[in-house]
């Protein structure tokens, strides 16, 4: 399954590092979402861009900042993280509707980040 | 709000045993429900999904029907292999607060090991 990719699959970094993680679609959907796994927690929402235009930020820190160029492609930037930000980082696409259920989410591979 | 309760693994099973891994929700309206699988290093992956009541979900060998009346979605497998180990999410799908776009809410994911 390559529908969706996500770059790096694993990064270390320190407190006072910027990186970015990138998620690529090639399923020729209109949303795109964020979520975060880690080991305490059920699986956690944290953005979601429709047709390049975020509508949604669960109240996530600003260290994270999305950016969604366009349909096929979204990136978290990350700066000044804490240790517990260490997670699986999580892509997903899909196509909406905008009326009834959701359409099934596609997801990438995840980027597994440990924050030093 | 909606909510998903599955049940606490882990759950360890011989070759050939019968699955359950039960899953409750808690929704206004009728959301579509599903069940994502999770390989050891890899990201989601859907394994079924339906969308109304009564409705069965089945692939690979696994079912679910959405039983509206017990608001339950149980995976279940007549015989599993070692290659079904992994951790299996229930899902439902449901509005984002206040907006028009729908997200997934999951559990917290069952460990499921299947020894030769």
């Known amino acids: 399954e390559t529908g969706v990719t996500q770059t790096p699959r694993h990064l270390v970094m320190g407190m006072t590092n910027k990186k970015s993680l990138k998620c690529e679609q090639h399923l020729g959907h209109n949303a795109m979402y964020w979520y975060k796994q880690s080991a305490k927690k059920p699986l956690e929402l944290m953005f979601v861009y429709n047709f390049k235009e975020q509508t949604e930020n669960n109240s996530v820190p600003s260290r994270f900042s999305p950016e969604c160029p366009n349909s096929s492609h979204l990136f978290l930037h990350l700066h000044t993280l804490q240790p517990e930000d260490s997670a699986l980082y999580l892509c997903?696409?899909?196509?909406?509707?905008?009326?009834?259920?959701?359409?099934?989410?596609?997801f990438g591979p995840g980027t597994r980040l440990t924050v030093l | 709000g909606n909510s998903v309760t599955q049940m606490e693994g882990p759950v360890t099973l011989s070759e050939e045993a019968f699955l359950t891994i039960n899953c409750t929700y808690t929704?206004?309206?009728?959301?579509?429900l599903f069940w994502y699988v999770q390989y050891p290093g890899e990201g989601l992956q859907l394994l079924l999904k339906?969308?109304?009541?009564?409705d069965k979900g089945s692939n690979k060998g696994f079912e679910a029907t959405y039983r509206k009346e017990t608001t339950s979605f149980h995976l279940e497998k007549g015989s599993v292999q070692v290659s079904d180990s992994a951790v299996y999410f229930c899902?439902?799908?449901?509005?984002?607060?206040?907006?028009?776009?729908?997200?997934?809410?999951f559990g917290k994911g069952t460990l499921l090991t299947v020894n030769p």
């Open positions: 997903a696409s899909s196509q909406e509707r905008g009326t009834g259920s959701t359409d099934t989410q596609y």
């Open positions: 899902a439902l799908s449901d509005l984002f607060s206040g907006g028009s776009n729908y997200k997934l809410t």
């Open positions: 339906a969308t109304k009541a009564d």
């Open positions: 929704a206004t309206g009728y959301p579509s």
